[in-house]
């Protein structure tokens, strides 16, 4: 599967962002995608992930809450939407995927830059 994350752009504090990741290639059913960030200077780090069916969700404690993901079957995308940003936020924003019986994530997309201005 291939996957394209977009939406990212400059913020303020407390704005609300919406990221998609559109995915190609093969079948999504037994696919986990997740979302990872990784912020200037600092090792990437999990934000949360959906199992594409069931939509079963996790996330990070970080950004419980506050973020919300989410997929569009028939568009194969997956969303992130992120509200009350805050500047430690700011990060190169990926999704990934992974088999459900693999540990590991093996596709990865190109990020997006999410920057947050206090």
């Known amino acids: 599967v291939q996957l394209q994350a977009s939406g990212g752009g400059l913020v303020q504090a407390g704005d609300s962002l919406r990221l998609s990741c559109a995915a190609s290639g093969r079948t999504l059913t037994n696919y986990i995608i997740g979302w990872f960030r990784q912020a200037p200077g600092k090792e990437r780090e999990f934000v949360g992930n959906?199992?594409?069916?069931?939509?079963?969700?996790k996330y990070a404690d970080s950004v419980k809450g506050r973020y919300t993901i989410s997929r569009d079957r028939a568009k194969k995308t997956i969303y992130l939407q992120m509200n009350s940003l805050q500047p430690d936020d700011t990060a190169i924003y990926y999704c990934?995927?992974?088999?459900?019986?693999?540990?590991?994530?093996?596709?990865w997309g190109p990020g997006t830059l999410v920057t947050v201005s206090s």
């Open positions: 959906i199992r594409w069916s069931p939509a079963i969700t």
């Open positions: 990934a995927g992974r088999i459900l019986a693999a540990d590991d994530y093996t596709s």
